[in-house]
């Protein structure tokens, strides 16, 4: 009999569902060595009974400060605005909860060093919700990078764009308000492709950087509110290894729904993959004479990341999958008692280089990308 890992989720909307669905598959197709039982969904709203029903929890709260002090619970999925993360973790931490956290995982690196020094001394799992390192095409050219199929790397080129609020009649929600999200694109995005970078390629040295909110003004309840979160952002970057990158995140790049892109290239090839076709790794490798050019791997093999655990080759993986291996990833760490990746380290890594974007956006400088005191690691 596994031992059982009773999990709280806190926030039953387009999160809650993403996460409830990987907790539901994720015993179908892996074995983290622990077994998930969803023990209670927490949010606020009329829905969240019938929410808790349809996707199989077994009791709800409105209140997270409930899901974080419940003896029953040993891990607590934080799921809300960013604004919430800080105090919520801190809680659970001091609880001696396992914590798997959304990204961004706070609203800037002073928070996010808090959280992971209180995780740290309270010798619990905590995890961020980097869920694009668990594609199986992207951890394959990881895999590959670390390698040396590439060579030594010079660039890389990564876009995240999105066009949900290009209307301007679009309603002020909670990501225009920096209070409450951070920052705009470049944290609900740009946190992915930092992820993604540092994964790819090492740790940010420097960057130069410019941001823009296009539409200054939307309507809440028929009142103009201020936007305060921005609406795109360019960066540059040197990484410590010499190599260079260029960035580009946007929530009104008309005709993008979620396209995150990213390609690398080193001395000895190249690859590039598309959210958008996320099931392909495009690799080039030099050296292949008159045959040379990129070719299109189908990311599906037994002997790929996380795709052998799943259909035969060809019956390609969505967007959904990604959490499914981002659970399997966190219980695993559980059940053999060790960190997890992207852990909070990673999470207040990433802050520090969009704390740095910020302020050379603001200054219109290369700013160095500091390491925030209390996180030597
Ligand atoms: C909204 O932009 C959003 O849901 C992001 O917050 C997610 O991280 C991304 O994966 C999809 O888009």
């Not at 003004?217 to 290894?241: I, L, P, S």
Request: aromatic content about 10%; hydrophobic content about 45%; proline content about 4%.
């Amino acid at each position: 009999m596994k031992r059982a890992i009773h999990i709280g989720l806190i926030g039953h909307k387009f999160m809650g569902k993403a996460h409830s669905h990987a907790l539901r598959d994720l015993a179908m197709f892996f074995d983290p060595g622990v077994q998930p039982v969803m023990q209670t969904l927490c949010g606020l709203g009329d829905d969240l009974e019938e929410t808790a029903r349809r996707y199989g929890w077994l009791s709800t709260t409105s209140r997270w400060q409930d899901v974080v002090a419940d003896p029953a619970i040993d891990a607590v999925s934080i799921l809300t605005p960013g604004r919430l993360h800080c105090e919520m973790a801190l809680a659970a931490a001091a609880n001696g909860k396992h914590i798997l956290c959304e990204k961004p995982l706070a609203l800037d690196a002073a928070e996010a060093a808090r959280m992971y020094a209180a995780a740290e001394a309270a010798g619990i799992r905590h995890m961020v919700n980097f869920n694009y390192r668990r594609v199986p095409a992207v951890a394959l050219a990881r895999q590959w990078i670390e390698e040396g199929r590439l060579g030594r790397i010079f660039h890389i080129r990564c876009s995240y764009q999105q066009d949900w609020p290009l209307d301007p009649e679009t309603p002020f929600v909670w990501r225009f308000d920096k209070s409450v999200a951070g920052a705009g694109s470049m944290a609900d995005k740009g946190s992915h492709v930092v992820d993604l970078a540092r994964y790819l390629v090492g740790e940010f040295a420097e960057v130069a950087a410019a941001t823009e909110i296009f539409v200054k003004q939307r309507k809440e309840d028929g009142v103009q509110r201020e936007v305060t979160t921005d609406d795109a952002a360019v960066f540059t970057a040197r990484f410590h290894n010499g190599a260079l990158g260029l960035f580009l995140t946007s929530r009104m790049a008309a005709g993008h729904k979620n396209r995150l892109a990213v390609e690398v290239n080193g001395s000895k090839g190249s690859l590039r993959w598309d959210l958008e076709r996320l099931n392909e790794l495009e690799v080039y490798t030099a050296g292949d004479g008159s045959a040379a050019g990129f070719r299109n791997v189908m990311v599906t093999e037994a002997s790929h990341p996380y795709a052998g655990a799943w259909w035969p080759p060809g019956h390609v993986l969505g967007w959904e999958h990604t959490f499914v291996h981002q659970y399997y990833e966190f219980l695993k760490s559980i059940a053999e008692q060790r960190q997890p990746a992207p852990s909070f380290l990673d999470g207040l890594r990433n802050h520090e280089v969009l704390d740095a974007v910020a302020q050379a956006a603001v200054e219109k400088r290369w700013i160095e990308v500091p390491r925030a005191r209390g996180a030597e690691a």
